[in-house]
């Protein structure tokens, strides 16, 4: 773990005890029964917001607290661990995105809105099922965007989309020219087709060339966030287990072979967090970005791959049963690993980064 | 997440840069600039030459080779902040810190927090001095990663122990002055039976025996000791306190081993960058085996997110103080990575990667061969990658015993 400041170390705690006395995973649970293709409890995500948590990245003068993605990773971490349901890692991305390359007076309508969990914004940035940012066919004349995004997180429940075009990034607010194709994906959460037919869209016209890559840096370090905290829940559910289970009247834990097993995934978790960790401390310190979130992002997607297999192996048959939790973490986690970069996409781009 | 630096602070750490800078200035010979430190290493002869030895003695008067040692006992008693400025000013003037080895990096920290007074005042100066050398007695043939079960006994003389038996892979043991080993005092307390001493290498009795190895080099020996006087005084610690400290120690041996020592350096030669100049590259300047690009590239994220690792590590020790069971984690991911890139470098380079002597090869790759062999020692010594995930699991995870 980073060391933290003391600002950091209350919101930490803070997220912790809430998400274990409020959000546990039986909370997700009833999210998933409800059927709700939005997939989040509106009440838990106003109390999030009221805590300050959707405003974490966002500038004080606009309702935000300003403590940076390290801190916003932290509560992000905290969440993942008990999978709650939430906008908050795209509408956290999305603000940033308003944060970097927004007019004043685009900051002045949306940021205070964002924090204060009134609006919610998401990104729309892919436009087939695998990443690539650099097949973007969405063009933009005279205001009015086109184009059709595909498997957009968080669609259903967003009042406003960050959108890619060809010539840069756009807001455009839900409402006509904007039609959704829920796609049901194996996390329960919510994915839809965006179509957007002559959308009214405003240009983000600040923050440069590299504004696109900017964002989808910050939206790799976050999603990172989220797997560490789910690939730490997976592990220590795991352990617990093996300490609990008995086979040959000895817990599962004695034996030597599972033991070394769980070293190696201890040792691939050390290394995870600290990827991630320098990944959204890069964010901040505003050195290294592109570097440090590709890195961030692979990490992140090896080692929760492994653990989550790692995790239904060393649990047995119960493992695989909907009753126990471990398979949960599984299937979001696959949907994580496939949003913002692959581990072959992001291998090409850390290659490219360093010249080769 | 900007650390702030009081105002105060900075101005001394300018000034003690400035120091540093001086010294170097007035001290540091340009003939040996961007050498190494050959006699950190275990594997070569004591044979420095006169400038080498001037500016060994220089750093080792101002206690800078051990900077955060304390000063009584000849270290440099400075704090960590001013050791790092220290590191980065000799590596901006391409100086290397004459002081290292065995003592540097294992027995003196073991020392400072075990040893009595008497023993600090005689084994800790000559150390920041770097004017004598240690070798560890530790593994035997019997007690390889079952070290406990050791089996050279030292029996209780009134005055003094006579030591008999035989140790193994003593490193660097034909050039050491001195050697720290763990011995048997108690046959009949498989772990309390050990204890820590200091044992002279020229005392009568002494046998060094170098192994040659696949990589051809010789830098471990075999050890035989027959009815070797050692003083009491030489005891470190109570008897049969041994295993307690040299397992301390082995937390220092694999901190180092991890390839904490030498992170920067390794940093410097991307992969990527070697394979460029070995391989074909397509007109965009990228290696055109898209297969080997992404193995680089694999190896190169895991590399760096060790790094971090290792950073994280440190920067978090700094709270608790010292080396912890972290260093296990440490030890197996890096020596299994250094390993890993031994052989990419093998594979990037095809047959012009396996030369094993002279021409048709340069000096890098046949260090990267011998390298590459030596290597394989890395996740069997300093307690075998196996070993350490055995710490790891028992007294990290709380896993139970196997046994």
Not at chain 2, 124 to 150: H, M, V
Not at chain 2, 174 to 180: E, G, I, L, S, V
Not at chain 2, 344 to 367: A, H
Request: hydrophobic share 40%; glycine share 10%; net charge negative.
């Amino acid at each position: 773990m980073a060391v933290l400041n003391e600002e950091q170390e209350m919101l930490r705690d803070m997220a912790r005890e809430w998400t274990v006395n409020e959000s546990p995973v039986t909370e997700f649970r009833k999210v998933r029964a409800s059927g709700e293709p939005e997939a989040f409890n509106r009440d838990a995500y106003a109390t999030m917001a009221q805590m300050g948590w959707a405003g974490v990245i966002i500038p004080e003068e606009h309702g935000g607290s300003d403590f940076g993605f390290l801190s916003a990773g932290l509560v992000v971490e905290e969440l993942g661990k008990t999978l709650t349901a939430s906008p908050l890692v795209m509408n956290t991305v999305a603000a940033s995105a308003i944060v970097l390359g927004g007019s004043d007076e685009q900051k002045a309508k949306w940021l205070p809105r964002l924090a204060s969990g009134e609006a919610i914004a998401t990104l729309a940035i892919d436009e087939g099922p695998s990443h690539d940012p650099a097949k973007i066919e969405t063009s933009v004349s005279d205001g009015k965007l086109s184009g059709t995004k595909a498997f957009v997180h968080e669609a259903h429940g967003a009042d406003l989309f960050v959108v890619a075009a060809k010539d840069g990034l756009y807001l455009v607010e839900k409402g006509d020219g904007v039609a959704l194709t829920t796609r049901k994906l194996t996390d329960q959460r919510s994915h839809a087709d965006v179509t957007f037919d002559g959308a009214a869209a405003e240009r983000l016209a600040n923050g440069g060339d590299s504004l696109l890559d900017d964002v989808l840096d910050r939206a790799r370090v976050l999603t990172a966030a989220e797997m560490l905290g789910m690939a730490q829940q997976v592990f220590d559910d795991t352990l617990d287990y093996l300490k609990q289970r008995v086979q040959f009247n000895q817990v599962l834990a004695s034996f030597q072979a599972l033991q070394h097993r769980m070293a190696d995934l201890f040792a691939d978790l050390a290394q995870m967090r600290s990827a991630v960790e320098a990944g959204l401390q890069a964010v901040d310190g505003g050195f290294g970005v592109a570097r440090a979130a590709t890195i961030a992002k692979a990490e992140a997607n090896r080692v929760m791959h492994k653990m989550a297999n790692e995790g239904i192996q060393l649990h047995g048959g119960i493992g695989m049963t909907d009753e126990y939790d471990v398979g949960f973490y599984l299937k979001r986690a696959r949907v994580l690993e496939a949003s913002f970069g692959s581990s072959s996409w992001l291998k090409d781009r850390f290659s490219k980064l360093s010249g080769y | 997440m900007a650390t702030q630096i009081e105002p105060a602070t900075q101005t001394d750490e300018n000034a003690f840069r400035a120091e540093v800078q001086q010294f170097l200035a007035d001290n540091f010979p340009a003939e040996l600039k961007g050498q190494s430190n050959a006699l950190a290493g275990v594997d070569g002869p004591t044979n420095e030459t006169p400038t080498q030895t001037k500016w060994r003695e220089a750093v080792g008067a101002r206690g800078w080779g051990t900077p955060t040692w304390p000063k009584e006992y000849g270290g440099g008693g400075l704090t960590k902040a001013q050791a790092k400025i220290i590191d980065q000013e000799f590596a901006k003037a391409g100086a290397y810190n004459p002081i290292g080895g065995m003592g540097v990096m294992m027995f003196g920290p073991t020392l400072l927090e075990y040893g009595n007074e008497a023993q600090k005042q005689e084994h800790i100066p000559p150390i920041c001095r770097g004017e004598i050398r240690w070798c560890q007695g530790y593994s035997e043939p019997n007690a390889g990663s079952d070290l406990a079960n050791l089996q050279t006994f030292a029996e209780d003389k009134g005055d003094h122990y006579l030591v008999n038996g035989q140790k193994t892979w003593t490193s660097g043991g034909q050039w050491a002055d001195k050697c720290f080993a763990i011995v048997r005092t108690d046959k009949s307390d498989k772990h309390r039976g050990i204890s820590f001493m200091l044992i002279d290498m020229d005392t009568p009795g002494v046998e060094v025996r170098p192994i040659t190895m696949i990589s051809g080099t010789s830098p471990f020996c075999e050890t035989f000791f027959t009815d070797v006087k050692v003083p009491k005084e030489n005891l470190v610690g109570e008897e049969g306190q041994g295993w307690t400290i040299g397992k301390r120690l082995l937390q220092h041996e694999r901190t180092n081993i991890s390839g904490g020592g030498s992170l920067a350096r390794l940093m410097g030669q991307s992969l990527g960058d070697i394979a460029k100049k070995y391989q074909p590259t397509g007109a965009d300047g990228e290696l055109a085996d898209a297969v080997l690009r992404d193995k680089i590239a694999d190896f190169e994220i895991r590399w760096n997110s060790f790094l971090l690792t290792a950073r994280r590590a440190m920067e978090e020790s700094k709270a608790a103080g010292g080396v912890s069971e972290i260093s296990s984690v440490l030890k197996k991911l890096g020596t299994k990575l250094s390993q890993e890139r031994s052989e990419l470098l093998i594979e990037i380079r095809g047959l012009q990667g396996l030369g094993w002597e002279g021409d048709g090869f340069s000096d890098g790759e046949l260090e990267a061969v011998r390298a590459w062999l030596f290597g394989k020692a890395t996740t069997i010594y300093g307690g075998s990658t196996e070993i350490q995930n055995n710490i790891i699991a028992k007294r990290v995870l709380g896993m139970l015993d196997h046994q």
